[in-house]
């Protein structure tokens, strides 16, 4: 079955410093979703990304998908307090409605 | 307005009762899923709905029942709870353009 891993499992940053989280796939990948999740709450759609080798930005956050599909790179650029959280990336898996998701990654920013 | 809710927000009972976490979509999403956020953050799906069939039915216990009376909601229903029931639980949907889902916020249910 497929699986994602994240790294780091967890990432102190202090503000303003620029950070990387991975996540890559046993299998190749048919879309990519990363969200962020606050403490409490549901999760919340970041961004998507579907072929390789395509980059998507929101604000200060940057995501690309790798050529091959199977590795995602979700990177945040002058990190503030209020990026904190848990970031996970999501994946279909082929030809069915079922979604994986990674490990996750818990971000603290240090003001 | 709220995408996709969730009742209650927070749920404490003692093992071996019965409980009902209810889902509600606004969205006119014809696929819902029912998830597990467990201590660990990892998220495991549990069940899947397409227009009222159930389509996704993961090694889950069968205590765990879904029940989608309409499109709009998929409620879970737990039987004789266990302490190893403890977790979060989501609620999603599945978008209609793309493969995005859409969350509601959570069920954190303890279990004494």
Known sequence: SQELEQSPQSLIVQEGKNLTINCTSSKTLYGLYWYKQKYGEGLIFLMMLQKGGEEKSHEKITAKLDEKKQQSSLHITASQPSHAGIYLCGAPTSGTYKYIFGTGTRLKVLA | ?112
């Open chain 2, 1 to 112: 307005d709220t995408a996709v809710s969730q009742t209650p927000k927070y749920l404490v009972t003692q093992m071996g009762n019965d409980k009902s976490i209810k889902c509600e979509q606004n969205l006119g999403h014809d696929t819902m899923y029912w998830y597990k956020q467990d201590s660990k953050k990892f998220l495991k799906i549990m069940f899947s709905y397409n227009n009222k069939e159930l389509i996704i039915n993961e090694t889950v216990p069968n205590r765990f029942s879904p029940k989608s009376p309409d499109k709009a909601h998929l409620n879970l229903h737990i039987n004789s709870l266990e302490l190893g029931d403890s977790a979060v639980y989501f609620c999603a949907t599945r978008g209609l353009a793309g493969y995005e889902q859409y969350f509601g916020p959570g069920t954190r249910l303890t279990v004494t």
